[in-house]
C-alpha cells in the first residue's frame, strides 16, 4: 500500500565544485510539489558530482525520518546505474503526479489511503508490542549535523514543581527529527494538489494551505523498515552509495 514517498532534496553545498548534500526527508501525497527526486542540475553543463541515493519512491509509513547527509564523488555516480537526466526529472514531474487525484481541495495526499479499516488491519498485525522510536534526543550544542540547536532552559525547579522552556529556532539539520509539510518546498511557484504559493504562503501568516496541522490526528498504518546495511553486509553505508529498486526488492 502506497502511504508515502522518501524522497530526497538536493541542497547546495556550497559551490558546484563542492559536492551536493542530501536531506532525506518524508514527502507525504504521492508526490509533495518536489514531486520527485529533487535534483540540482548545472545548466549546460553534466552532473559528474549528483549522487541520487534513490533511483525513484519507496513506499513507506509516513513517520519522522532523521535527515542523512551524503557527500557525492563523480565516481560512485556512474557504477552501474545512469544519472537522471534532467529530461527525465521534468517529466515525472508530469507521469507520477497525484495532483487532483482526491478532488481539488485535498491537502493530505496519500495520507487518503490510511483509512480507519487500514488503520484496523495495521494494528492487526502487532504482535510483540515493542515500541521503537524514529525520534533523536535533542542537543542544546552546536555540531555538523546540528547547526540550529534547541534553546533550552528551566523555568522553575522547587519541591512542588519543575517546568522548562524549549525553543526552536529552525527545525531542520540531522539533529531534528521532525516531519515536512507540503507547504514547505514548491515546484514551480506551486505546492501539492497545484496550489500557488503566491498568497498562501506568508512570512506574516505562514502557510495558508496545506500546513503541519492536516496531520494533526496522526498517521498510523503499517511500516516497512529497509536496513540496506544489513542487506548489503556492512556495517554502514559508505557516503555516496545508490540505494535502486532492486535493492528494496531483494
Not at 514527502?27 to 540540482?40: A, D, E, T
Not at 521503537?132 to 555538523?144: C, D, G, I, R
Not at 540547536?149 to 522547587?158: D, G, R, V
Request: with cysteine; hydrophobic share 40%.
Amino acid at each position: 500500500m502506497e502511504i508515502g514517498r522518501i524522497l530526497l532534496g538536493a541542497h547546495s553545498a556550497g559551490t558546484g565544485e563542492e559536492g551536493i548534500s542530501l536531506s532525506c526527508m518524508f514527502r507525504l501525497g504521492g508526490f509533495h510539489p518536489s514531486k520527485v527526486l529533487q535534483v540540482g542540475f548545472r545548466e549546460g553543463g553534466t552532473m559528474n558530482r549528483l549522487i541520487l541515493v534513490t533511483s525513484l519512491f519507496i513506499p513507506v509509513v509516513a513517520i519522522g525520518v532523521g535527515a542523512a547527509l551524503l557527500r557525492a564523488t563523480g565516481t560512485q555516480a556512474t557504477v552501474a546505474h545512469p544519472l537522471v537526466t534532467k529530461a527525465e526529472y521534468e517529466r515525472w514531474q508530469k507521469e507520477l503526479s497525484n495532483w487532483g487525484r482526491w478532488g481539488k481541495d485535498d491537502e493530505l495526499g496519500t495520507l487518503n489511503l490510511i483509512t480507519p479499516a487500514k488503520r484496523k488491519q495495521a494494528a492487526a498485525l502487532v504482535k510483540d508490542g515493542i515500541s521503537v522510536s524514529l525520534a533523536s534526543n535533542e542537543s542544546t550544542e552546536k555540531e555538523p549535523d546540528n547547526p540550529c540547536p534547541i534553546e533550552w532552559s528551566m523555568l522553575t525547579a522547587t519541591q512542588s514543581i519543575a517546568m522548562d522552556k524549549v525553543a526552536f529556532p529552525c527545525i531542520h539539520g540531522a539533529g531534528h527529527t521532525h516531519l515536512d509539510s507540503f507547504a514547505h518546498v514548491f515546484f514551480d511557484g506551486k505546492m501539492w494538489n497545484g496550489y500557488s504559493v503566491a498568497g498562501v504562503v506568508t512570512i506574516e501568516r505562514g502557510a495558508g494551505k496545506s500546513s503541519i496541522l492536516t496531520m494533526k490526528d496522526g498517521i498510523v498504518t503499517r511500516g516497512v523498515l529497509y536496513d540496506i546495511a544489513r542487506l548489503k553486509g556492512v556495517p554502514y553505508l559508505e557516503p555516496g552509495t545508490r540505494i535502486f529498486p532492486e535493492d528494496l526488492e531483494a
